[in-house]
């Protein structure tokens, strides 16, 4: 089997949930020897070194860039905002600028592929009613209902968005969804099949000494950003002071400091820092899908605190290792308790060991994809 995955950005960046995605499913088809081209945006952080690394640990075979423009110019003002205006598909959810659709071509006319991944459902016009494909297989993995992440924006229609969203959707041969919510709602409006694929977290648990009370990995995002104010200024203030926190992404640059919270803005491989810890936190007001940073948790087998969002893609929303309470009283009550009662502690720690194993294992999601491409 010959595959072509489209990914927009580094794999090996894995700051974010969805480069840590791109770079499992990289692992999946590396295990099951399966060849795989790579095709991503020309980006600066993208390198030469990068994409030898990517080929030494034989997760690809080629890996082909897409040119990024900036935006302006008579070039690109008739060559992509032109045809955009009177595109049927929503402004958002084609994300091709100049020459990109070209590029990706000369790909598909240079090789065969048996299957065609393409990440976003903003990214399916690269293979909508391409005459390239030579009866390859077009899947989107869609990590996000984009609909909901649009809603922010001045020209936002609910109706037009989730209706291009939906089209496009049903223009591939298959649909992946991430969480049960999103493979539940596409169903309802597409007649493509859509398969659930969580997120795989291969677990890399050590024993350690736990130097760690409280972990809470976020990036900089408008979500984050909100909870990330909400922890501080609500839960904070009712933990013990002895109880130390650390906090690991961008989501530092909007943390004021204080006396037991460890900023670090980025750490490559966080397995030695979940090793270290005894409970994660994920505070989350708003935002759709799965939380990556749960299911990280869960792999290393450490009981989560998390608000209501925080258990969103999930298959099971109890007895999966995540205490759930949008209180701030109730939620600093749990930290508490997981911090100073053992017993409590175990059989939470316990609950995620199991959860994992079943639903989110290397093992359950290989299976999973298995059934999928074969």
Known sequence: MKVLYFFPGNPLVRSQGNH?????????????????????????????QDVEALKSQKLVNQVH??????????????????????????????????NQQQAFNKVLQANTYDKIIVSYSCWIPLVLDNPYLK????????????????????????????????KLLNSVDQVWAISVE?????????????????????????????????LYVASENEHNIVAA?????????????NISITVVGKINKHIKDYPNVNKINYVEDLSATYNASKVVICPMLSGTGLKIKVVEALSFNLP????????????????????????????????????????????NKQKANLFYEEFLSEKAVYSTLDQILN
């Open 20 to 48: 840590v995605r791109a770079y499992t499913l990289l692992q999946y088809f590396k295990a099951k020897n399966i060849t795989l081209d790579l095709v991503a945006e020309a980006d600066k952080h993208f390198t030469e």
């Open 65 to 98: 860039f897409l040119p990024k423009h900036k935006k302006g110019g008579l070039s690109y003002f008739l060559k992509v905002s032109i045809p955009k205006l009177f595109s049927k598909i929503p402004k958002p959810f084609d994300r091709r600028q100049l």
């Open 135 to 166: 009866g390859a297989t077009t899947i989107v993995d869609t990590h996000d209902f984009l609909t909901s992440q649009f809603k922010s924006r001045k020209d936002f229609n609910l109706g037009k968005f989730f209706e291009g969203e939906m």
């Open 182 to 214: 999103e493979k539940y709602l596409f169903e309802q409006f597409i007649k493509t099949p859509v398969h659930l694929v969580p997120h795989l977290t291969t677990s890399k648990i050590q024993s350690t000494t736990k130097t760690i009370d409280v």
């Open 229 to 241: 104010q909400w922890f501080f200024n609500k839960v904070y203030p009712l933990l013990e002071t």
């Open 304 to 347: 989560v605190v998390c608000n209501t969002r925080g258990v969103d893609g999930l298959i099971n929303k109890v007895d999966n290792g995540c205490l759930v309470t949008d209180n701030a009283t109730k939620f600093a009550a749990y930290i508490t308790q997981l911090i100073n009662d053992s017993s409590f502690y175990e059989a």
